[in-house]
């Protein structure tokens, strides 16, 4: 199906932290089209500063108490001036939402598990992965990354459809010390020779690249959504390459909006 | 008679626009990829990336940063060559009624010519647009662009090469513009376009870096509309052929602002990225405005700027 563009209104801006908040949008279409892993480009409507939208994956798609899709939500975490202006909304603002755009993750089914890989924000596109896994009674686990155990979000969401937790914290305060492929790689180690786990993976790109490596290790699929600066969503722009394996020497750019964001990671050429 | 419906058409020398709005190069792909959010028909015309005769890559991201009121770019024209161009992309465009202009890029003056004939020999071009003035790679035409003689030289090549309209898509980084619209007037050139970009540049104050990685850029969006206007009423002043105007259009008064000021058509480039709806908006709103001033043809508003300044205290 087509993306769309809506004036969605804010139906709740919710502050996790300082940095994060979850801004909920009312856009039922969008909502209704979007498969997980796509993505949504935003920026607060009539404005020309900032100009351009920013991508975002689609965080959770929102429902009222029958069942009936009411909008999108994503998660934002306050880094430049945009994602300021957003953290900074209030109910009832409006915001430019095209979507839903890109190419969604694979699921997969037993006997194959599903490790969802997140690191900091890179949590975003798993609840909705979550969710399409747990209609298909994947085995799922998410390993889950950040540097404080504040930044942790939505943990009973994820349990609450049966996912695995593995946690890991920069500083130590929960789950394991240290970087989330150290727990990640454990369990590749520990699977039994014939099982199969289908690696996915969101975040900083030196934990993308570490996963796709670690999957390849082992020799597990992965699919990997990766973050690029983008200019338009839609393929008119070319500015969010990703250099694309090609032949046994070249690599192609191929852009990310619209043959991405989500990649085989085997795919991929990491810098 | 019933009630009258403005008509938007206006002509670039022996082609016949439906409207005047072109989706700039660069800023449209090749078009195909807003085939799902916009009937490419309905547009006056779409100019397609620019093309040499090879594939390119282009420069390594991140070749985008957004600026006050506009964008910084260095895309570096990756393009898939005319070839396959015309092979692949050609084929569809045509089915979709776009007309279509192919954005010729050369880092010889043969090498125009070149993709010129491949084009003229194919069906479904409605012009070619000269680049020869993408500010971001070093031989991507720009030294035929800022000197008088280079364009003159490289639209005479082409203009003997074609039978298609040739447009020489100008640089505003040059002190006097109008000179190199009538170098290409004198060359035999069908209208020319501008602007292209303005070489620009943006460093990240934390890291002391460039905040593209070809740290050079071309500026575009709201932010230079109003010395691309001027550049354009410079231009419509000096030479007889159209001026298609460009840069930082948003709303159909911009589009209004550049036809008043010379403009015969426009092109909306980076408005694109921000709104890919945009198209039907703006139509609608010229029809407005058409109807508002009792206008029956777009074409009367082409250089009807008045210059008499306005009453102290206007808003």
């Known amino acids: 199906m087509p993306p769309i563009d809506i004036d969605a209104t804010v139906i709740a801006n919710a502050r996790l932290s300082s940095e994060y908040s979850v801004l909920s949008l009312a856009a039922p279409e969008v909502g209704v089209r979007t498969q997980p892993g796509q993505f949504v480009m935003v920026k607060p409507a009539g404005v020309s500063d900032p100009l351009l939208r920013r991508p975002f994956s689609v965080f959770e798609i929102l429902r009222d108490n029958k069942g009936a899709v009411i909008g999108v939500s994503i998660l934002n975490k306050r880094a430049g001036r945009s994602t300021r202006r957003l953290y900074d909304l209030a109910v009832g603002d409006v915001v430019s939402c095209l979507g839903p755009l890109g190419q969604p993750f694979k699921p997969v089914a037993s006997p194959a598990k599903a490790w969802l890989v997140a690191g900091g924000v890179g949590l975003a596109p798993f609840a909705t992965l979550a969710e399409t896994l747990a209609l298909h009674k994947t085995d799922t686990t998410l390993f889950y990354g950040a540097r404080t155990g504040e930044e942790l979000f939505y943990l009973d969401f994820f349990e609450a459809l049966g996912v695995s937790l593995v946690l890991a914290t920069e500083n130590g305060a929960r789950g394991t010390k240290g970087r989330v492929t150290a727990p990640l790689e454990a369990s590749l180690q520990a699977l039994g020779a014939g099982d199969r786990a289908m690696v996915y993976a969101c975040g900083p790109e030196p934990m993308l690249k570490a996963v796709a490596e670690l999957a390849a290790r082992y020799q597990q699929p992965s699919q990997v959504s990766v973050e690029r600066v983008m200019g338009c969503g839609l393929g008119g722009c070319y500015s969010c390459v990703v250099p694309v394996k090609h032949g046994d020497e070249h690599a192609n750019l191929v852009r990310s909006c619209i043959s991405g964001p989500v990649f085989d990671g085997a795919e991929l050429v990491w810098e | ?315």
């Open chain 2, 1 to 315: 008679m019933g009630v009258m419906t403005p008509d938007l058409s206006v002509a670039i020398g022996s082609l016949t626009l439906p409207n005047p709005l072109i989706a700039a190069s660069g800023c449209f792909g090749y078009g195909l990829e807003y085939d799902q959010v916009v009937d490419l028909s309905l547009l006056g015309g779409v100019v397609s990336k620019g093309l040499f005769m090879k594939e390119r890559q282009g420069h390594p991201p991140p070749r985008i940063v957004e600026t006050p009121a506009g964008m910084i770019n260095a895309i570096g024209l990756q393009g898939i060559g005319v070839h396959r161009f015309v092979k692949e992309k050609l084929p569809l465009l045509r089915e979709r009624g776009a007309r279509t202009f192919v954005n010729v890029c050369g880092t010889t003056l043969d090498e125009y010519v070149e993709v010129c004939k491949v084009l003229s020999q194919a069906e479904g071009v409605a012009a070619i647009e000269l680049n020869i003035s993408c500010p971001n790679i070093k031989e991507g035409g720009i030294q035929f662009g800022c000197s008088l003689h280079g364009t003159f030289d490289v639209v005479s090549a082409v203009r003997k090469a074609t039978t298609l309209p040739v447009i020489p898509k100008l640089t505003p980084n040059v002190t006097d513009v109008a000179s190199f619209a009538k170098a290409a007037e004198d060359a035999g050139a069908d209208a020319v376009s501008l602007v292209n970009t303005f070489l620009a540049m943006a460093i990240d104050v934390e890291t002391r870096r460039p905040r593209i990685s070809n740290v050079l850029g071309g500026l575009s969006g709201p932010a230079i509309r109003p010395i691309a206007v001027r550049m354009v009423w410079e231009c419509y002043q000096l030479v007889k052929i159209p001026v298609i105007g460009m840069g930082g259009i948003t709303d159909a008064r911009d589009v209004l602002e550049f036809m008043l000021a010379g403009a015969t058509a426009v092109q909306i480039g980076t408005q694109n990225f921000v709104d890919p709806f945009i198209w039907t908006k703006v139509l609608d709103g010229l029809s407005e405005y058409m109807t508002r001033h009792r206008l029956a043809s777009v074409s009367d508003l082409i250089g009807a700027f008045d210059p008499t300044p306005p009453k102290a205290g206007h808003a």
